[in-house]
Structure formats: C-alpha cells, structure tokens
C-alpha cells in the first residue's frame, strides 16, 4: 500500500468524514469530482527533513484534502468549521499516537496540518466552492 493510500485510509477514519458520508462519496485521491466530493492530492515537497548517521531519516510527505462543497452562507459556515475540527482531530491524533500505518520500515511520528484552508468559487452556473488545506505526514523511514 501506497503513503498516498494509507493516508487516504486514515482519513477516512475521521468522525467528521464519516458523518458526511450520507452526503458523499469516499475521498477519493487525486481526483476532486465536479459535485461534493472530498480529495487527497499529492503536493511535491523536498522529503528529507533529516538524514541520521546510522541511514535512518525522517521524511515529511506533503498533501491537500481538498473538498467541492455548494456555496452559500450556510455552507460556507459549515466549510469552514469542517476545516477547523479536522486540523484539531488531526492533532488530537499526533497527541495520543494514533496515527497512519505506514508500512514496513516506515512509522508515522506527527501529523499535522501548516496552511490553512483557502476557497474559491469554481463554478457559476452551479455555484460550488473548492476548499483545500496543506498538511505533512512527518514519518521515520528505516
């Protein structure tokens, strides 16, 4: 299994994921579809944040969840807040360790989320929005 993958599993574990799953489809990765949806995409990054004497490293992987939601007061709001309690999940989650199973050699150590989210309207004639935020997988790499 992929990073990519097992982030895409990860997240998808996540109380405010799973509550609008009524609403939409699974996240998908590097795939926003034209209607509500939810995305992992893969953002190029410099990996190495730090080679060890022994050949261990720490490795970040860099990644937007983006989503299309409808636009409107309302659901901006609801945007928003989404954003806001995902970024502390993902927090609560480096605090407790309860994070990504990476595969062998590989053990997750942070995540975190280090730009907040940006909109903007892409569509006029449905009007919807796409909202992404920034975040990294800090990992230990054998």
């Not at 995409?41 to 490293?57: A, H, Q, T």
């Not at 806001?84 to 989320?113: H, M, N, V, Y």
Request: proline share 6%; hydrophobic share 35%.
């Amino acid at each position: 299994m992929s990073i990519i993958e097992s982030i895409r599993d990860f997240i998808a574990t996540c109380p405010f994921i799973e509550e609008l799953d009524t609403m939409f489809p699974p996240v998908n990765v590097d795939k926003l579809e034209p209607e509500p949806s939810y995305s992992i995409e893969s953002v190029p990054s410099d990996p190495i944040v730090k080679r060890c004497i022994n050949g261990d490293s720490i490795r970040r992987v860099t990644f937007y969840l983006c989503s299309r939601n409808l636009y409107g007061a309302e659901e901006n709001l609801d945007t928003s807040q989404f954003y806001e309690s995902f970024a502390d999940w993902l927090e609560d989650c480096t605090r407790t360790k309860c994070l990504p199973a990476l595969g062998d050699g590989q053990t997750a150590r942070a995540i975190k989320q280090i730009r907040t989210g940006t909109s903007m309207i892409v569509r006029q004639h449905m009007p919807s929005i796409r909202s992404s935020a920034n975040y990294n997988i800090i990992k230990k790499e054998r």
